[in-house]
């Protein structure tokens, strides 16, 4: 009996010091979270500029303003909160840096251009990005992008913007039957047309992966230490309306082999 009990006791000894840690180590703001690299819908040629939850989707009929208007691009919530990498949806190039918060890119297979803005960058026109690499921050919690053909740089590529799905793989329009995204903190990855219904409970970073770093992030929001919520579908691992230290403590059981399937 006692040996069976020491193996939950270390996972209860672990999840204390990850609090310490969370005491200890948190900086505000600008310190980010999340995976090292992008994600991506399988067979799509764009990854998504951060990693997170999407938001307000294409054509989405009321906007983020509230006066009535479609939305004309895709709003994604980056998981790490402030300062969480922006990275390049494809190859390409920068073709406008109005200012140090949006920028244009053309990318160089599908020639389409993308602005995007709610951002930190040192970008100039003319760099070249390949896919997935780090080109920003984000200033604030959430990235908007929105995509378009070369359009002679109208203000925002606003009145030429296109579908963003065929790009992500992924069911991004709301006149071609996506489903309404609100509320907020649905995974990337249930957008995918592939595999569209496979979320991993306890992924609440939603990189694919699920380990102690998943239960770092939800201890966080728990604990009020992050504002910016975890992907709610995967990390409310019990299922019982509320993301905290139960859901963080059933995903250090599962990473040590105590759980062998989530949610338990």
Known sequence: MVRRLVPLL??????????????????PSTTSAGSATPFRCPGAEFSFPVNGSLGWIYREPDSIESSGSVHTGLDVWASGG?????????????????NSWSFDIVY?????????????????????????QVIAETDG??????????????????????????????????DDGARNPLPYGRPLSIWCTEDADDIQSGDSLCDGIVDSIDALVVLQYSAGLITSKPCSDSADVNRDGSIDSLDAALILQHVAGLLPKLPF
Do not use: K, M
């Open 82 to 98: 402030d300062g969480s990498p922006v990275y390049a949806l494809a190859d390409g190039v920068v073709s406008r840096t109005q």
């Open 108 to 132: 160089t297979d599908s020639g389409v251009e993308s602005y995007t803005t709610h951002v930190r960058h040192n970008l100039a026109v003319d760099d070249v990005v390949t896919a997935g």
């Open 10 to 27: 270390a996972v209860c000894a672990t999840l204390v010091a990850l609090i310490f840690v969370i005491g200890a180590t948190f900086q």
């Open 141 to 174: 919690e959430w990235v908007h992008i929105s995509l378009g053909a070369q359009v002679g740089y109208d203000d925002r590529v606003i009145d030429q913007t296109q579908d963003p799905s065929p790009y992500f793989a992924a069911s991004l329009n709301y």
